[in-house]
Nanobody, 126 residues
Framework: QVRLVQSGGGLVQAGGSLRLSCAAS????????MAWFRQAPGKAREAVAA????????YYSDSVKGRFTISGVNAKNTVYLQMNSLKPEDTGVYYC???????????????????WGQGTQVTVSS
């Protein structure tokens, strides 16, 4: 059974930084990619960033490009999200996700991902 366990997050002032981590466990875990989604109160779930297992393919949403950095995966099965220059609109619950399939056709589609972490609250105060 695959599990994604998240850590990090919390409360920070605007302009500050936070780092999220997500460790995948399970004998069969060999996902081709991992990603981060977030959901703010009253808003739709939003894809934030994704990275291929090799690290050669990386994607960011326009809203976080230049401020967030996704890294990790490879043999450690751990993905990180470094969040800098945080804004109040970055507030939400962040989820680490991974697909079961060997192919992801759309990195930003939640339906592509079968495994979800427990969620981590990120709150950015103004």
């Amino acid at each position: 059974q695959v599990r994604l366990v998240q850590s990090g997050g919390g409360l920070v002032q605007a302009g500050g930084s936070l780092r999220l981590s997500c460790a995948a466990s399970g004998r069969t875990f060999n996902s081709v990619a991992m990603a981060w989604f977030r959901q703010a109160p009253g808003k739709a779930r939003e894809a934030v960033a994704a990275i291929s297992r090799s690290g050669t393919d990386i994607y960011y949403s326009d809203s976080v490009k230049g401020r967030f950095t996704i890294s990790g995966v490879n043999a450690k099965n751990t993905v990180y999200l470094q969040m800098n220059s945080l804004k109040p609109e970055d507030t939400g619950v962040y989820y680490c996700v991974a697909p079961k399939s060997d192919f992801v056709s759309s990195w930003s589609a939640a339906s592509e991902y079968d495994y979800w972490g427990q969620g981590t609250q990120v709150t950015v105060s103004s």
